[in-house]
């Protein structure tokens, strides 16, 4: 086993165990230790490949199912943003909401990893609030853009880190002309993009911020572990 698929089976197993704990505690700390190989991972893929090499970014188109597609394709675009991974929230489609995700290889493999087990966390953490009865709906689909908020700047903060802590002379003109060739390989599919931000009107984004602070990473613990804010939307149809 390489060294690449080694980082990617740690990476597996602890956020298997993230997902499978009931103790807030324990997955904080399972995906620190997760968030924080990732993105030590992240950092050493972009060097070792650096100018030179052939490969180009590549993409995925992600559907997401109801109850709550647009809410889950928002935490998969923030996701996919925070590992250096270019989204495009591109609408309903057969299915649920659909999302394109632009990357190199190794960061579209990091997106799919975290965001997979952080919308099932997701998942497991609305199940278990108690909204008011007034507006249920409402205060759950602020809890759920709180919760996907607070992800995206905990991950962002490992990625923060990593490059702080890992990288090497350099690193950052890589990681520059690496997003320069993500946001090319973009325009080429979708030559006109507006921006939105979701608004909210229910109560629950501050438990839903806290529940993703619980379900993610506690940022100092960064250093000793064991080591997806704006939804890009796109007139044009995705490659098939």
Same mark, same amino acid.
């Given at each position: ?108 493999? $990091? ?28 205060? $759950? ?52 993009? $507006? ?33 997806? $804010? ?11």
């Amino acid at each position: 086993m390489s060294s690449d698929s080694r980082t990617l089976d740690r990476v597996r197993k602890l956020l298997a165990k993230a997902e499978g704990t009931d103790n807030p505690h324990e997955r904080a700390t399972f995906m620190a230790a997760a968030s924080a190989l990732m993105a030590k991972y992240g950092i050493e893929q972009a060097t070792l490949t650096g100018r030179a090499s052939r490969s180009a970014p590549g993409d995925r188109l992600v559907t997401l199912a109801d109850p709550w597609a647009r809410e889950k394709a928002r935490l998969v675009c923030l996701v996919a943003q925070a590992v250096r991974c270019r989204p495009l929230l591109i609408g309903r489609g057969e299915g649920g909401q659909r999302v394109h995700i632009f990357g190199f290889g190794s960061d579209l493999e $990091r997106a799919d990893l975290l965001a997979t087990s952080l919308l099932l966390q997701m998942a497991t953490g609305l199940a278990a609030v108690d909204p008011p009865a007034s507006n249920p709906r409402a205060y $759950r689909r602020s809890w759920l853009l709180g919760f996907a908020d607070e992800v995206y700047r905990l991950l962002q903060a490992a990625e923060e880190a990593a490059l702080r802590d890992e990288a090497a002379p350099g690193t950052e003109l890589v990681l520059a002309d690496r997003r320069a060739e993500v946001e090319a390989a973009v325009a080429e599919v979708y030559p006109r993009i $507006r921006r939105t931000v979701p608004r909210t009107s229910g109560t629950g984004y501050r438990d839903g911020v806290e529940a993703g602070r619980r379900a993610d990473l506690e940022r100092e613990r960064l250093a000793s572990s064991e080591g997806c $804010r704006t939804i890009s939307s796109a007139s044009g149809s995705g490659r098939g």
